[in-house]
T-cell receptor, first 114, second 113 residues
Framework: AQSVTQLDSQVPVFEEAPVELRCNYSSSVSVYLFWYVQYPNQGLQLLLKYLSGSTLVESINGFEAEFNKSQTSFHLRKPSVHISDTAEYFCAVSDSGNNNDMRFGAGTRLTVKP | DVKVTQSSRYLVKRTGEKVFLECVQDMDHENMFWYRQDPGLGLRLIYFSYDVKMKEKGDIPEGYSVSREKKERFSLILESASTNQTSMYLC????????????FGPGTRLTVT
């Protein structure tokens, strides 16, 4: 079965600084990869996903993630963060042949300070 | 847009009570899931269902049961609530034609006293 490790439980940054949230996965089969965001007192929302094709995927609010098969990573980046990006971010992986088995990381709490 | 709703945002129950958490989705998704979310542990799958009246155990099914009598509704039941079931409960749904991307409800924060 696949698994996900998010390497940082908390990431504090100042507004307009760049940020990287790290995610590594393990799987013996081909995978789909996801980043979800959870704002305070809300459910999870999909931020972006990698299914196939270009290894660089982008969200509408300026985040991007790159699938690196050799390093089994799917790190999330943003060149300049805003206060409103403060949230918890979850990396998730599913087996592309058994999509009901989605595994989530423990989450990274991003706090953007003014 | 997919909408997943959960019956309560906050719930306080006493030890030993029977607790029902309801989840409804409006997009005709075949798959539905119940997770619990605890700090530092991420999301852990309790049960999922891939069709009406079908259910599969997830990673932590002990102390829980589920019911899916209609495609749009998936219920989580705590037969006898205990304090270690105090948690955030998240419902999700997915479908094959969206690569099984999961859509989440707002969550129910359950406190068992």
């Amino acid at each position: 079965a696949q698994s996900v490790t998010q390497l940082d439980s908390q990431v504090p940054v100042f507004e307009e600084a760049p940020v990287e949230l790290r995610c590594n996965y393990s799987s013996s089969v081909s995978v789909y990869l996801f980043w979800y965001v959870q704002y305070p007192n809300q459910g999870l929302q999909l931020l972006l996903k990698y299914l196939s094709g270009s290894t660089l995927v982008e969200s509408i609010n300026g985040f991007e993630a790159e699938f690196n098969k050799s390093q089994t990573s799917f790190h999330l980046r943003k060149p300049s963060v805003h206060i409103s990006d403060t949230a918890e971010y979850f990396c998730a992986v599913s087996d592309s042949g058994n999509n009901n088995d989605m595994r989530f990381g423990a989450g990274t709490r991003l706090t953007v300070k003014p | 847009d997919v909408k997943v709703t959960q019956s309560s945002r906050y719930l306080v129950k006493r030890t030993g009570e029977k607790v029902f958490l309801e989840c409804v989705q409006d997009m005709d998704h075949e798959n539905m899931f119940w997770y619990r979310q605890d700090p530092g542990l991420g999301l852990r799958l309790i049960y999922f269902s891939y069709d009406v009246k079908m259910k599969e155990k997830g990673d932590i099914p002990e102390g829980y049961s589920v019911s899916r009598e209609k495609k749009e509704r998936f219920s989580l039941i705590l037969e006898s609530a205990s304090t270690n079931q105090t948690s955030m409960y998240l419902c999700a749904s997915s479908a094959w034609d969206t690569h099984y991307e999961q859509y989440f409800g707002p969550g129910t924060r359950l406190t068992v006293t």
